[in-house]
């Protein structure tokens, strides 16, 4: 074990060896600790304990789990997201057989336990499987290499004979349940969507200017993750008669580049009942948002695959007690794990 202690930083090596004469570890570890000052609204920067892991190639019939063992008093009780979008509570379940295996439960991107004071959030950046096999205690299953020879075993094809090394990243939060399921949504976005950054001289012709003036940033509600938004890269027409005719017609020569249409794709973060501010229903005003890129002459919504106009769609419809208004013109409404797409068209220049 290396520790490796810096003024904003303080990282956490541990090697783990097959044997005495190996030279690469079967096992790496790494543990940050991030020391940063508040931000300029006094928040903290970080909240969590980044965990990186590399691990392989395993040994025959072997599997890679990652326990954390706490004090809180769970009941074996875990909650995780099947699906990347909802968490959904699994109760530990006893079996006559495979007791064990059959309480693991997919992880799309989170899962944390809890009791009455606090509460334990897992995030990754892959999918991985999760089990809470004791109170207080997570598992989170990275790695497996497994050969069964036997008749039974080739019917249902459960062999994973994987000599390959897993690299995975996750991030642990701990703390009061009204800060974690705030903390939860955002921090799994950030892993998700890590920036990426670059460090260079500038050169003169891109050093700022002393009379630049910067433009103000457009803030999006804190519930609100946008997802997309971009130039698409084909010319696909929402009504899809006209898009056959177009297709009958064909292409003459290369098809051009639309810049005053953006695809814009804006996704709700937190269940209803979650939190008792951020689950609320939030109002957009795309004009105001995009105001930057130009003057917003029409807007289409779509459905997320991006080929078919939302009042074209024949739906499942559900009767809902509170109401959900979509909103007219450019203001929208976005509700809880809602998910819209948008065409914006904006004013040539």
């Known amino acids: 074990m290396e520790i490796l202690e810096g003024q904003l930083l303080t990282e956490i090596q541990r090697c ?15 543990s940050q600790l991030a020391r940063g000052p508040p931000g300029a609204d006094g928040e903290l920067l970080c909240h969590r304990i980044e965990q990186e892991y590399r691990v392989g190639p395993l040994e ?9 063992s706490t004090h809180l008093n769970t009941a074996q009780v875990l909650y995780s997201d099947n699906n990347g979008y909802q968490m959904q509570r699994r109760a530990y379940k006893q079996y006559m057989v495979n007791t064990i295996t059959r309480n693991y439960y997919p992880m799309t991107q989170s899962a944390f336990i809890q009791d009455r004071q606090s509460r334990l959030v897992l995030l990754s950046e892959q999918v991985h499987g999760v089990s809470s096999q004791g109170s207080g205690q997570m598992e989170d299953f990275f790695h497996r290499q497994l050969l069964i020879k036997q008749q039974w075993a080739l019917s249902v094809n ?4 994987d000599t390959s090394v897993v690299h995975s990243v996750l991030w642990l939060l701990l703390g009061p349940s009204t800060l974690t399921r705030d903390l939860g949504q955002r921090s799994g976005v950030a892993l998700q969507h890590r920036p990426v950054v670059l ?5 003169e012709t891109t050093r700022v200017h002393p009379d630049f003036q910067q433009q103000e940033a457009v803030m999006l509600p804190p519930s609100l993750h946008l997802q997309i938004l971009s130039i698409p890269g084909w010319t696909y027409n929402l009504n899809h008669t006209k898009h056959l005719q177009n297709l009958q017609k064909g292409h003459q020569g290369q098809a051009k580049v639309d810049f005053c249409r953006v695809l814009l794709w804006l996704h709700h973060l937190y269940e209803k009942g979650q939190h008792p501010v ?3 229903p939030v109002m957009v005003n795309l004009q105001s948002v995009l105001w930057s890129l130009g003057s917003v002459v029409s807007m289409e919504e779509c459905s997320l695959t991006g080929t078919w106009d939302v009042g074209t769609l024949q739906r499942w419809s559900w009767k809902i007690q509170d109401g959900s208004s979509k909103g007219e013109g450019p203001d929208i409404a976005i509700h809880p794990k809602e998910i819209r797409m948008f065409f914006i068209h904006f004013q040539e220049q």
């Open 158 to 161: 459960v062999t994973l004979n």
């Open 60 to 68: 025959l019939n072997h599997e890679a789990i990652w326990r954390t």
């Open 278 to 280: 951020l689950s609320q």
């Open 199 to 203: 460090i260079r001289e500038l050169s």
């Open 16 to 30: 783990f060896y097959r044997t005495v004469n190996d030279r690469d570890p079967t096992y790496t570890i790494y």
